[in-house]
């Protein structure tokens, strides 16, 4: 099915480990997400790629660095996990200024020990 | 920048009633689109439903409709008919038109309990 998929979908990191968590969408869409959720925050934007090639600091970047490797996949690499990156992350990916929103992947729970 | 606030942190309903869930936006452009979106304890983010703001005509989807005030800066989510299947968290998003500005801006939800 079309749609965005991340791997993995859970990961337990020790503190000051490294690792890189992988997003793919095979709906040819233009731009990509990365958010973070955590209790009470809501989603806040890590990174984006308006398109291929491109890429922009969002919200909370600190901490993260992002490779659009080409137009399907979006990768989001801790270089030095903390505890304060344990949380549930997302990737999206939508086409151009569609009315339609984000398509978003199923998430992945993160815990930094 | 654009925010979102959503400030009923929770919210709960009696099955097959209705409930309202309020959401703010603060903004200084004239075009933008506004979204709901469900998460349920799967985790996975669904579209419930979206409105562009030049559009006067309030968004309605099967028993999810909006109330959609853009003098006041406000788009709440009415759920007529609360379902069991309704309960999950509610995300009030924002997105801009203008070019190179698509991401979306997100509330800090409204966890919705229903009860039977």
């Known amino acids: 099915n079309a749609g965005v998929t991340q791997t993995p979908k859970f990961q337990v990191l020790k503190t000051g480990q490294s690792m890189t968590l992988q997003c793919a969408q095979d709906?040819?869409?233009?731009?990509m997400y990365w958010y973070r959720q955590d209790p009470g925050m809501g989603l806040r934007l890590i990174y984006y790629?308006?398109?291929?090639?491109?890429?922009d600091k969002g919200e909370v970047p600190n901490g993260y660095n992002v490779s659009r490797l080409n137009k399907r996949e979006f990768s989001l690499r801790l270089e030095s996990a903390a505890p304060s990156q344990t949380s549930v992350y997302f990737c999206?990916?939508?086409?151009?200024?569609?009315?339609?929103?984000?398509?978003f992947g199923s998430g992945t729970r993160l815990t930094v020990v | 920048a654009q925010t979102v606030t959503q400030s009923q942190p929770e919210m709960s309903v009696q099955e097959a009633e209705t409930v309202t869930l309020s959401c703010t936006y603060d903004?200084?452009?004239?075009?933008?689109?506004l979204f709901w979106y469900k998460q349920p304890p799967s985790r996975q983010m669904i579209l419930v439903i979206r409105?562009?703001?030049?559009?006067?005509q309030n968004a309605t989807e099967n028993r999810f409709s909006v109330n959609f005030q853009k003098a006041a800066k406000s788009f709440s989510l009415k759920i007529s008919d609360s379902q069991l299947g309704d309960a999950a968290m509610y995300f009030c998003a924002y997105r801009s038109k203008q070019g190179g500005s698509e991401k979306l801006v997100f509330g800090k939800g409204t966890k919705l309990t229903v009860n039977p």
């Open positions: 903004t200084s452009e004239s075009d933008y689109y």
């Open positions: 790629s308006a398109s291929e090639g491109t890429t």
């Open positions: 999206a990916s939508m086409y151009g200024t569609h009315i339609y929103g984000y398509t």
């Open positions: 709906m040819n869409h233009n731009s």
């Open positions: 409105q562009e703001a030049y559009k006067q």
